[in-house]
């Protein structure tokens, strides 16, 4: 019997693309995800509420699952690095608390989900909540409250299609509740309430939500 060399060489190609790329997906599956299960306490430090059993450092999937004992970090700041994503699933709340010095509550260039609620709140006036150099997209709750030097520094896209409460920024331009200096969309039924400068610096602004500012003695600069 006479094989065709040249279909039977490109199926040889084709399987051996397919296996490579299998084994990357399996790999990345098995190797490059975090999910948090709660099974001790709260704490975001204890090897023993993740699976794998090691704390994320940034270099993971990070997965927040819906379980009894929400993980709260304490004067810690959470990084996701490129190529990373951090999903807050639907009903899973995430608490990052008693940020000082110059800490930032989330930080990186990775991907962050919001389907959940995150809560992130400082003790002094330094500090960024979060400091955006990947994406974030928020279908949950995300409530952000200072003291601090910006609620939201965004550089990347920011899509907020939930519930935004930034409050307690109101100091002067400087210390903004949001800082957009690339995109910022809210979408259609989504809401925004701030008590802080809400800025856009040369950003792609898109508002077709609601932005509500709740003090007086700021408001929208650039936008």
Not at 39 to 51: E, Q, Y
Not at 102 to 107: D, I, K, M, P, S
Request: hydrophobic share 40%; glycine share 8%; with cysteine.
């Amino acid at each position: 019997m006479k094989i065709n060399q040249c279909t039977f060489s490109s199926c040889s190609k084709l399987s051996r693309l397919f296996l490579i790329v299998s084994c990357l997906l399996i790999t990345h599956s098995l190797v490059a995800q975090h999910i948090w299960t709660g099974a001790v306490d709260t704490d975001w430090s204890n090897p023993s509420n993740w699976n794998p059993m090691s704390v994320p450092d940034g270099n993971q999937d990070v997965e927040i699952q819906n379980v009894i004992n929400n993980p709260i970090a304490s004067s810690l700041t959470i990084n996701i690095n490129f190529g990373n994503t951090l999903t807050i699933d639907s009903g899973a709340v995430l608490i990052i608390d008693g940020l000082n010095a110059l800490a930032n509550g989330l930080n990186g260039q990775g991907t962050f989900i919001v389907n959940g609620t995150l809560n992130i709140s400082n003790t002094t006036s330094s500090g960024i909540n979060i400091l955006l150099f990947g994406s974030l997209t928020n279908n949950g709750i995300l409530n952000l409250t200072g003291p601090g030097i910006n609620g939201v520094l965004n550089s990347q896209d920011f899509i907020n299609n939930g519930l935004m409460n930034i409050h307690n920024y109101a100091v002067a331009v400087t210390n903004s509740s949001f800082m957009a200096v690339s995109s910022f969309e809210n979408t259609a039924c989504a809401q925004v309430f701030t008590d802080g400068w809400f800025q856009d610096s040369d950003s792609t602004f898109i508002n077709n939500g609601t932005i509500v500012e709740e003090s007086a003695n700021n408001s929208f600069v650039n936008t």
